[in-house]
């Protein structure tokens, strides 16, 4: 028998469970304790009794039921979004916690650029593309270093004529970049060209939420574009959905690519500029799909419409963070 510990009119049975264990009760990180009751996201949350065990993909903590034993379920905010209602145009994405894993970027993507950069580097080094990615890199190392950054190691000069420490020092200060998840537009460029050689050799292979592809697909059937928008360069952006695994080249359903260029995603100009470049009538005829509640932010105060998406991995949001969540595409309807 489920228990509701949040009223809500809305709410619905959940079809995803999280298990506890003999004697001890679990919650995924995401989930939220208030004197309101127990939250995932904006989601209230049922509780029946189970002894079952919790599955190893999820991160658990102890659950605050007395020491009972609990299965707690997320119940969706809401069962539906309508784009055609909400007048909705244009549909801009996350990649990370949104429509991909995020151990697919830090458990796949972050460590081969840890360990290829000093290859790339070296077979490019003297070719045009390498020295521009070096110059930039160069330029975001000065910077750090004038701001005692940990990690920034310095260059040597320009003119230098030992190709082998140049790289044993960018690729020092690439691997600080990393460890930090720094989103910088030096860092993911480079990033990118590197992904560029594992996604070539089939090293790497995208990954995508089977409810993004459905939902791309429909989408583009009615009409309604898609973009992403991520800290990732725009190449890195178009090899993850141009090689995915199980889904093959998913760009036919993706009409631009938006990066860091643009300008930081928790800056509220740059959704302003992507609505400018989209050239829909008005900004909240967008609708933004993020994980981070600063991002989403910043696209609410820019016009924009947004759902926040919360994903197995996900970092906790603010409480009372105001914004309507989704755990899956299929969320969202036309």
Same mark, same amino acid.
């Given at each position: 028998?489920?228990?509701? %510990?949040?009223?809500?009119?809305?709410?619905?049975?959940?079809?995803?469970?999280?298990?506890?264990?003999?004697?001890?009760?679990?919650?995924? !990180?995401?989930?939220?304790?208030?004197?309101?009751? %127990?939250?995932?996201? &904006?989601?209230?949350? %049922?509780?029946?009794?189970?002894?079952?065990?919790?599955?190893?993909?999820?991160?658990? +903590?102890?659950?605050?039921?007395?020491?009972?034993? #609990?299965?707690?379920?997320?119940?969706?905010?809401?069962?539906?979004?309508?784009?055609?209602?909400?007048?909705?145009?244009? #549909?801009?994405?996350?990649?990370?916690?949104?429509?991909?894993?995020?151990?697919?970027?830090?458990?796949?993507?972050?460590?081969?650029?840890?360990?290829?950069?000093?290859?790339?580097?070296?077979?490019?080094?003297?070719?045009?593309?390498?020295?521009?990615?070096?110059?930039?890199? @160069?330029?975001?190392?000065?910077?750090?270093?004038?701001?005692?950054?940990?990690?920034?190691?310095? %260059?040597?000069?320009?003119?230098?004529?030992?190709?082998?420490? #140049?790289? !044993? /020092?960018?690729?020092?200060?690439?691997?600080?970049?990393?460890?930090?998840? +720094?989103?910088?537009?030096?860092?993911?460029?480079?990033?990118? @060209?590197?992904?560029?050689?594992?996604?070539?050799?089939?090293?790497?292979?995208?990954?995508?939420?089977?409810?993004?592809?459905?939902?791309? /697909?429909?989408?583009?059937?009615?009409?309604?574009?898609?973009?992403?928008?991520?800290?990732?360069?725009?190449?890195?952006?178009?090899?993850?959905?141009?090689?995915? /695994?199980?889904?093959? !080249?998913?760009?036919?359903?993706?009409?631009?690519?938006?990066?860091?260029?643009?300008?930081?995603?928790?800056?509220?100009?740059?959704?302003?500029?992507?609505?400018?470049?989209?050239?829909?009538?008005?900004? &909240?005829?967008?609708?933004?799909?993020?994980?981070?509640?600063?991002?989403?932010?910043?696209?609410?105060?820019?016009?924009?419409?947004?759902?926040?998406?919360?994903?197995?991995?996900?970092?906790?949001?603010?409480?009372?963070?105001?914004?309507?969540?989704?755990?899956?595409?299929?969320?969202?309807?036309?």
């Amino acid at each position: 028998m489920f228990l509701p %510990l949040v009223a809500s009119s809305s709410a619905s049975t959940a079809s995803t469970s999280f298990f506890s264990g003999s004697g001890r009760s679990f919650l995924p !990180d995401a989930c939220v304790h208030s004197k309101a009751g %127990l939250r995932y996201g &904006s989601s209230p949350l %049922l509780v029946r009794s189970s002894s079952a065990t919790p599955p190893s993909r999820h991160r658990f +903590r102890r659950a605050p039921t007395g020491g009972r034993t #609990v299965v707690v379920a997320a119940a969706a905010a809401d069962s539906s979004y309508c784009l055609t209602a909400k007048d909705i145009r244009c #549909v801009v994405m996350d990649i990370e916690g949104t429509t991909t894993p995020i151990s697919f970027v830090a458990d796949v993507l972050f460590p081969y650029a840890r360990a290829n950069a000093r290859a790339h580097l070296a077979a490019t080094y003297h070719t045009q593309q390498t020295r521009e990615d070096v110059a930039l890199l @160069r330029a975001q190392i000065n910077k750090d270093l004038a701001e005692g950054v940990p990690g920034a190691v310095p %260059l040597p000069p320009s003119n230098a004529t030992d190709q082998d420490k #140049v790289i !044993d /020092a960018l690729v020092a200060n690439v691997q600080a970049m990393i460890d930090a998840d +720094r989103k910088l537009t030096a860092l993911k460029q480079l990033q990118g @060209r590197v992904w560029r050689r594992g996604f070539k050799s089939g090293e790497i292979k995208g990954e995508v939420y089977n409810d993004v592809v459905q939902a791309l /697909a429909e989408w583009d059937t009615k009409g309604i574009k898609s973009y992403i928008y991520s800290s990732g360069s725009r190449e890195a952006q178009r090899l993850i959905f141009g090689n995915t /695994a199980d889904h093959g !080249d998913l760009r036919r359903y993706l009409s631009a690519f938006f990066d860091t260029n643009v300008g930081g995603k928790k800056e509220s100009r740059s959704y302003y500029e992507i609505w400018q470049t989209l050239g829909v009538d008005s900004p &909240s005829q967008i609708l933004f799909l993020t994980d981070v509640y600063q991002e989403a932010t910043a696209a609410r105060d820019a016009g924009l419409k947004v759902l926040i998406s919360i994903r197995p991995g996900n970092a906790p949001l603010p409480e009372d963070h105001g914004f309507q969540t989704i755990t899956s595409f299929a969320q969202i309807s036309t």
